[in-house]
């Protein structure tokens, strides 16, 4: 099956400056990557997807990159502040709408002001 | 705003006992999923439900855990008898699955903890 390996497992920026979060993939058929931020005590809720069939996508203050020949994506975050402090997992899905996801183990992100 | 619904928000139960977790997902959404998430891991799934039936329980051990949705709508996840291994939070997502739309929602989740 899917194997997801996500790094840093921990990362602390200094207010103001980028972070970024790198996963790789197994399993060369998966062709959906999203995001998720998790906040203490709450569940994952989606902040940026990508598809196989695009290389980048931005959304704000957030990009992910998708490189499918080295199967790897990463996650940007420009102009970090506090609220961006949350624990952040990359996921891969294989097929069509409704195939279940597998999740990296997380990075753990601190914000410092 | 639409929420996957989640019921307790957090269990504590004994070693052997039974427990048992609800879940609502987003009206319309055809897809249920359970995961389970470990301290300071990424979420696992146990079982996915394309409407009542059973898509994906590859991961769900049978001996103690039974995952039901009678008709299609809001679905529940046993654990009997419960082990310590098993604290854990449990968390329910939904999706449209409509062949366009992919994103899965969560909802907040049920923080079990077995002593």
């Known amino acids: 099956g899917e194997n997801v390996e996500q790094h840093p497992s921990t990362l602390s920026v200094q207010e103001g400056d980028s972070a970024v979060i790198k996963c790789t993939y197994s399993?060369?058929?998966?062709?959906?990557f999203p995001w998720y931020k998790q906040e203490l005590g709450k569940g994952p809720q989606l902040i940026i997807d990508?598809?196989?069939?695009?290389g980048e996508k931005k959304d704000q203050r957030i990009a992910v990159t998708l490189n499918k020949t080295a199967k790897h994506f990463s996650l940007h975050i420009t102009e970090t502040q506090p609220e961006d402090s949350a624990v952040y997992f990359c996921a891969a899905s294989i097929g069509a709408a409704g195939n279940k996801l597998t999740f990296g183990g997380g990075t753990r992100v601190l914000v410092k002001p | 705003e639409a929420e996957v619904a989640q019921s307790p928000r957090y269990k504590i139960t004994e070693k052997s006992q039974a427990v048992a977790f609800w879940c609502d997902p987003i009206s319309g959404h055809a897809t249920l999923y359970w995961y389970r998430q470990i301290l300071g891991q990424g979420p696992e799934l146990l079982v996915q439900f394309q409407d009542e039936s059973v898509v994906d329980d590859s991961q769900l051990p049978k001996d103690r855990f039974s995952a039901e949705r009678l008709k299609g709508v809001d679905s529940t996840l046993k654990i009997q008898p419960a082990e310590l291994g098993d604290s854990a939070m449990y968390l329910c997502?939904?999706?449209?699955?409509?062949?366009?739309?992919?994103?899965?929602?969560f909802g907040q989740g049920t923080r079990l903890t077995v002593v």
């Open positions: 997502a939904s999706s449209l699955s409509d062949g366009m739309n992919t994103e899965a929602f």
């Open positions: 399993d060369s058929a998966s062709n959906y």
């Open positions: 990508i598809r196989s069939n695009v």
